[in-house]
């Protein structure tokens, strides 16, 4: 191998760049119009442009991608995580192009790429999957004979999804019957793609970083635990995982030894596995490339994995893991609120400077000035903290977060702070009870009201005084007090009523008053933002569409769930906003939508134009409001 081209952009193309520069081989860098600046691009032998504003025109387009790697001379294709990293056909076509493709053959990603070929690659290995059928929905009497026999709640999977798509909990029979009736009629559906699956409501999301080469020799890296999530996508990770006892260690050891053998898997991959409270393990699912998290197992192995990787496709040998040496905690920086649930955002890096230190390493893909796209993912790098133990490693977060300052963009650092500080989460052994559904149920399904109807916390009225009271994720300012540095903290709630009550001030203004002031659809449609003056709903990102929940002429609430969009493996549900009846759907599974393009329409009922404050007092009770959050989430995530 001699020159690499890496088919990724962003941290994990920085992160690959940097191991094959110390191991002397040239590379190649991809980028579009956004990442023109980016580091990854400056680090590289070589970079080249690739036109075009969407993802199949950017870095989901094999032929461009083929056609750079010919003209740059490389030989080899590393395809970091996500975009075509799991694709078969680009691993085929890379290998027939005549180039090394570091990662598994095509085969494999095939046999693993599908939930249900996976369940039965999982189930020939003798590894139990969560119970289920491992066929595509055929007719409604054998899902209701499954779940009879299993019991309710049951959930109902895409075969073609992942990280917690395509998921939908059913608590019975009617729901399930509703279902089937809904995904046979809805525009676009192929119930052919859905499967049944026993839900499993409380577990650990646990997984082994392995690797295996040409020879046949497996090593398992280290496991990790990966449980607190957000929409089923990972947001802290850690290595080893911690509190699993030795008779559940050898098992997920033993399970991940077989699956990689049963498909003869070469390269290094990662087996996902539940771990329930009564030491139970299924297997989720196996990710054949390397994925964000692999850095915890590097801090606790001492192994850089990203050369095993090419040193594996190049037809080496891998480096047994001994035992795992301290303890690591991966904090993703993303761009998003967690005061809007934790809604992608965007914007330009004003200032950036990283925490550093003993233990403290820094994974970014952007720099101070960087502009944040909304058309690309949401994460902009990691921190990854390590030191002797759980408990060391858990002080060193805390130092580390204090260190860390970035402006021009919201980040979870705020929420990082109190899962840091909670009970729950630093708990020994034994009183550890952080399971897959924590984090939305302690910290992101909470007042105000709404949020618990399924409307996140972005399209909520500005919050009273006494919600602000009760916030405890403050902004920081530093300030002299009769020449005294003074460091001030003010609830991000206060900050956000200040500036959006300036906002609304401006806008005042700039208005013609009527009667006494706003009417009351002026006001609505000031909080509901998703929403133009005809109706019109919009995408909020780029992102492609993976469900249409709706269909025309059908009357909806306001935090109805109207689309579910997915970018970059993340899924995103677009709610109503204000309550009517569904005019026009203009997108259906797999559509491609940019930021601002209409998804549907909603007119407005006469009726429906009551206040905000009207449709909170009508809203559904919190138990059942609850019950529709939950069928919105699932037991794992991946990244």
Not at 200 to 229: I, K, L, M, W
Not at 406 to 411: E, S, V
Not at 424 to 445: I, M, N, Q
Not at 559 to 583: F, Q
């Amino acid at each position: 191998m001699h020159k690499l081209l890496i088919a990724n952009r962003s941290e994990i193309a920085l992160r690959v760049i940097r191991t094959a520069k110390e191991m002397g081989i040239e590379t190649v860098a991809i980028y579009s119009e956004p990442d023109r600046t980016a580091p990854y691009v400056d680090q590289a032998s070589e970079a080249y442009y690739l036109p075009g504003d969407t993802y199949n025109e950017t870095y989901l387009n094999q032929d461009a991608i083929l056609d750079i790697a010919r003209r740059s001379g490389a030989d080899a294709i590393h395809p970091g995580y996500g975009f075509l990293s799991e694709s078969d056909s680009f691993a085929s076509a890379v290998q027939d192009a005549g180039l090394i493709w570091v990662g598994p053959n095509p085969q494999v990603l095939e046999d693993l790429g599908d939930k249900i070929s996976a369940r039965r690659v999982a189930r020939v290995a003798q590894v139990p999957p969560v119970p289920g059928i491992s066929e595509p929905v055929d007719n409604v009497h054998t899902l209701v004979t499954f779940a009879t026999d299993y019991g309710y709640p049951v959930m109902m999977k895409r075969t073609d999804g992942g990280g917690g798509r395509g998921i939908t909990v059913i608590r019975d029979e009617d729901e399930l019957r509703a279902f089937y009736s809904a995904h046979d009629s809805l525009q676009g559906s192929d119930l052919s793609k859905y499967f049944i699956e026993k839900f499993v409501p409380r577990a650990r999301h646990v997984e082994t970083q392995c690797g295996r080469d040409s020879q046949g020799n497996f090593t398992v890296y280290s496991t990790r635990d990966c449980s607190v999530q957000r929409r089923n996508q990972k947001l802290i990770e850690e290595a080893p995982a911690p509190f699993i006892n030795e008779k559940v260690e050898a098992k997920l050891k033993t399970y991940s030894r077989r699956l990689f053998d049963s498909v003869g898997y070469v390269g290094l991959g990662t087996c996902e596995f539940m771990v329930t409270p009564t030491s139970d393990v299924y297997f989720l699912e196996v990710n054949p490339r390397l994925q964000v998290e692999h850095t915890v197992s590097e801090e606790v192995c001492g192994i850089d994995l990203v050369r095993e990787q090419l040193n594996i496709a190049d037809g080496g040998s891998l480096i047994p893991a001994g035992q795992p040496r301290g303890h690591s905690f991966e904090l993703r920086i993303t761009s998003e609120d967690p005061d809007k649930n934790l809604t992608p955002g965007s914007g330009t890096i004003d200032h950036l400077r990283f925490p550093s230190g003993p233990g403290i390493r820094i994974d970014f893909g952007v720099q101070e000035g960087n502009t944040v796209s909304p058309k690309f993912d949401s994460m902009m790098g990691k921190i990854v903290i390590t030191a002797r133990t759980r408990q060391e490693a858990v002080a060193r977060v805390l130092r580390a977060l204090d260190e860390f300052e970035i402006t021009g963009i919201t980040t979870p650092c705020s929420l990082y702070r109190q899962i840091f500080q909670d009970e729950d989460f630093t708990a020994p052994d034994g009183k550890f009870t952080v399971t897959t559904r924590w984090l939305e149920h302690k910290y992101l399904s909470k007042n105000p009201a709404s949020s618990k109807a399924g409307i996140p916390q972005s399209l909520t009225q500005i919050p009273s005084s006494g919600q602000i009271l009760g916030n405890v994720a403050p902004q920081s300012f530093t300030i002299e007090v009769n020449g005294k540095r003074v460091r001030l903290n003010v609830p991000n709630d206060f900050v956000s009523l200040l500036t959006q009550g300036r906002i609304r001030q401006q806008r005042r203004a700039a208005q013609p008053l009527r009667g006494n002031g706003l009417s009351t659809a002026q006001t609505q449609s000031e909080d509901t933002s998703l929403a133009d003056s005809h109706g019109q709903i919009s995408a909020p990102m780029q992102a492609v569409v993976t469900r249409v929940n709706v269909a025309t002429k059908q009357k909806v609430a306001k935090g109805d769930l109207l689309v579910v969009l997915e970018s970059m493996k993340m899924e995103n549900y677009v709610y109503a906003p204000l309550s009517g009846i569904i005019t026009d759907i203009m997108v259906g599974p797999s559509d491609s939508v940019d930021a601002g393009d209409p998804l549907v329409i909603i007119s407005q009922e006469e009726g429906h134009s009551q206040s905000i404050e009207e449709e909170k007092a009508n809203s559904q009770p919190a138990e059942k409001a609850d019950e529709q959050a939950d069928g919105q989430e699932e037991k794992g995530g991946r990244s």
